[in-house]
T-cell receptor, first 115, second 112 residues
């Protein structure tokens, strides 16, 4: 069956440009997460969507980062005016029910490189 | 803030050996704990999820234990195989909040 998919798999951009990263969760999953994994670091929580509730944005590192989830399915993470420290692998995960109550399924990630 | 630590950071063992990976967390008020496997260039694959009321979970050659009061979990891998080579991540979900807190992982290499 289809898992979580992310696009693009790799993105190279110049400092100052905006980027959009896409996540397609597993159909029927109500919970969706974005994480960031920097080189040699653990996963860092960014944002959490649950159904139609207001997202938990407490992990977003700056106001250059934003995310939306349209129709309770596809999510887009946008980074404006990218900086070199934004270079990382961005991982999306979804789960069937409320956060923490079910196994999270991760996508393959988007590797972002900011030159 | 919850902090998750994994020891060792890297481990290399000969094929067939049994091994234990360790995970510790600072805040015992957790809802559950999950062990993941990460292969190079790929996302994470969930291995085992232990609810806070449980002591252990088993799946095939894997056994994960949880001692919530002492803030520790172990992942036991029996009869290791080269295909087990990967980075293993531990993550805890607090009673409050919406996020998993991840450790930095243990990089395992099983030598044929």
């Amino acid at each position: 069956g289809a898992g979580v998919s992310q696009s693009p798999s790799n993105k190279v951009t110049e400092k100052g440009k905006d980027v959009e990263l896409r996540c397609d969760p597993i159909s029927g999953h109500t919970a969706l997460y974005w994480y960031r994994q920097s080189l040699g670091q653990g996963l860092e929580f960014l944002i959490y969507f649950q159904g139609n509730s207001a997202p938990d944005k407490s992990g977003l590192p700056s106001d250059r980062f934003s995310a939306e989830r349209t129709g309770g399915s596809v999510s887009t993470l946008t980074i404006q005016r990218t900086q070199q420290e934004d270079s990382a692998v961005y991982l999306c995960a979804s789960s069937f029910r409320l956060a923490g109550k079910d196994t999270q399924y991760f996508g393959p990630g988007t590797r972002l490189t900011v030159l | 803030k919850q902090e998750v630590t994994q020891i060792p950071a890297a481990l290399s063992v000969p094929e067939g050996e049994n091994l234990v990976l360790n995970c510790s967390f600072t805040d015992s008020a957790i809802y559950n704990l999950q062990w993941f496997r990460q292969d190079p260039g790929k996302g994470l694959t969930s291995l085992l999820l232990i609810q806070s009321s449980q002591r252990e979970q088993t799946s095939g050659r894997l056994n994960a234990s949880l001692d919530k009061s002492s803030g520790r979990s172990t992942l036991y891998i029996a009869a290791s195989q080269p295909g087990d080579s990967a980075t293993y991540l531990c993550a805890v979900f607090n009673d409050t909040g919406n996020q998993f807190y991840f450790g930095t992982g243990t990089s395992l290499t099983v030598i044929p």
